[in-house]
Structures are given as structure tokens and as C-alpha cells.
């Protein structure tokens, strides 16, 4: 049995963008943890800016760390 190795709230991008739309988004946020599929745990992601979501197989994301604000020294 496999387990989900992002949980909910973690940034990920998709590893390939070949064959999507120029206005998929490129970020997304993990909101629900899915069955395993093809031996794959599943998850629905959300992109709050261009209000999209999707639903992605583990193998095909990856975390995206976001880079925080620069602090004023």
C-alpha cells in the first residue's frame, strides 16, 4: 500500500508541462489526499490565482518551496 508523501497545504508543481494549456497554472496547492491509482497515490490541487484545480498522480509533481520576503536589514 503506498502512502501520500505530500500532505495537505504543500506547494507542488507539475514535473511535465508537455501537452497543457500556455494558461495552466504553475502552482498548485495540495487540498485533498486521493486514492492510489496505477499504484500511485492521487491528490487534488488547487491554484487560488487563476482559480484551477486539478487532480495529479504523486509520480507526475513535485514540492515547490515558495520563497519567502525578503527582509528589510
Do not use: C, W
Request: net charge neutral; proline share 7%; charged share 30%.
Amino acid at each position: 500500500m503506498s502512502v501520500h508523501r505530500f500532505p495537505i497545504g504543500q506547494s507542488v508543481r507539475l514535473k511535465s508541462r508537455q501537452g497543457l494549456s500556455p494558461r495552466a497554472a504553475d502552482t498548485y496547492r495540495i487540498i485533498a489526499l486521493l486514492p492510489v491509482r496505477d499504484n500511485s497515490p492521487q491528490y487534488r490541487m488547487r491554484n487560488d490565482e487563476v482559480s484551477q484545480e486539478r487532480v495529479s498522480q504523486e509520480r507526475d509533481i513535485e514540492a515547490y518551496d515558495i520563497a519567502p520576503d525578503i527582509a528589510a536589514e
